[in-house]
């Protein structure tokens, strides 16, 4: 379907933000999420055929307020050292701490979603350090606080109120990611209603866990939001066939950044000069058949727009279902621990 033929009722504008945090430095980078959300809904207002058209807009993993590319925080097998903590606890410092959610950082990302009225996806390093306050978390992810010297990949969905919808914490952490990320559980796989449909987040390489993109289908997923670290080409693909295979609509952002914009005493990335680029991006918006309907956006940071319909949601699902005509229950079975 394409944008002249959606009428404004089913009308719905998707947008990811591919530009890089202020690493390592929460306030400024929650300054700069708030500076691109305004862009980015300015931009997909002028592509709306109504103020009322609902807007979801993505950004990066780990965009508050690092993805620490290169950093192996100076640990081996067997030794740390000294200067490998000091980064860690820089780290740990500008993360979110997600479960005070009256708290000024989690006040700053929820007032994002509500002045631009958008529903809201933000990739977080996440920390608890403090009793929750607010919304429990029990309620919107996972039931687990977890040590105060713990920190999490996680993905936050904001309502166009402000609201707190789910926390999901990355139930898988890949490689060395593993050495200062912990481990989520089955209380953030969480699909919420919101104004533009039914949305969902899935971290980088969780993508490939079948499993998990499964659960993600017999929830009901309308809005796939894929928040990664991955530029690869394969990785357009791999979004592809999720779109294809979830007969949803699928967006995925990804940082992109140069060396200038880590930390100048930054202990890695030291043989690129400043405007080397790190992060490619490879930010994309995939239909619900696999049609690219934006990007992939490579090598330089920008915002993707695509206006789409709710009704191709079920349009494309003539033939294949996933999760209903297509499935076997009888056959094959899921079972998510989600306690």
Not at 113 to 129: H, P, Q, S, Y
Not at 219 to 228: D, H, K, M, N, S
Request: charged fraction near 20%; glycine fraction near 8%.
């Amino acid at each position: 379907m394409t944008s002249a033929t959606i009428s404004t009722s089913d009308e719905v504008i998707l947008c990811c933000v591919q530009d890089t945090p202020v690493s390592f430095d929460l306030q400024a980078s929650l300054d700069k999420l708030s500076k691109l959300a305004r862009e980015a809904t300015t931009k997909a207002r002028a592509l709306a055929s109504s103020p009322s058209v609902p807007i979801v807009v993505l950004f990066p993993e780990a965009f508050l307020s690092a993805y620490p590319r290169g950093l192996d925080f100076g640990a081996k097998i067997g030794s740390r050292t000294p200067e490998g903590r000091t980064w860690f606890g820089r780290y740990h410092a500008s993360s979110v701490p997600v479960c005070d959610t009256e708290g000024a950082e989690m006040r700053a990302i929820r007032n994002v979603a509500k002045e631009n009225g958008i529903t809201l996806v933000v990739g977080v390093i996440e920390r608890c350090d403090r009793p929750e306050t607010g919304k429990k978390r029990a309620e919107y992810g996972s039931k687990v606080v977890g040590g105060t010297g713990s920190i999490y990949c996680t993905a936050l969905t904001i309502s166009e109120t402000g609201e707190v919808l789910a926390s999901h914490r990355k139930l898988m952490p890949t490689g060395t990611e593993r050495l200062v990320w912990g481990q989520g559980d089955g209380q953030g796989i969480k699909v919420v209603p919101t104004p533009a449909g039914n949305v969902g987040a899935v971290i980088c390489w969780e993508n490939y866990m079948p499993l998990l993109r499964t659960a993600m289908y017999e929830r009901g997923v309308e809005i796939y939001c894929a928040p990664t670290a991955d530029s690869r080409p394969t990785w357009t693909s791999s979004m592809q066939h999720i779109a294809m295979e979830g007969r949803c609509y699928v967006i995925s952002c990804n940082q992109f950044n140069t060396r200038s914009d880590f930390p100048h005493d930054y202990p890695a990335l030291h043989d690129l000069k400043p405007d080397d680029i790190v992060t490619r991006g490879g930010s994309v918006i995939v239909g619900p058949l696999g049609d690219i309907l934006a990007g992939p956006l490579m090598d330089e940071a920008g915002i993707l727009v695509a206006k789409v319909s709710k009704s191709a949601l079920v349009e494309s699902k003539m033939d294949f279902d996933v999760a209903g005509h297509y499935a076997r229950n009888d056959v094959l079975r899921l079972h998510v621990n989600d306690d």
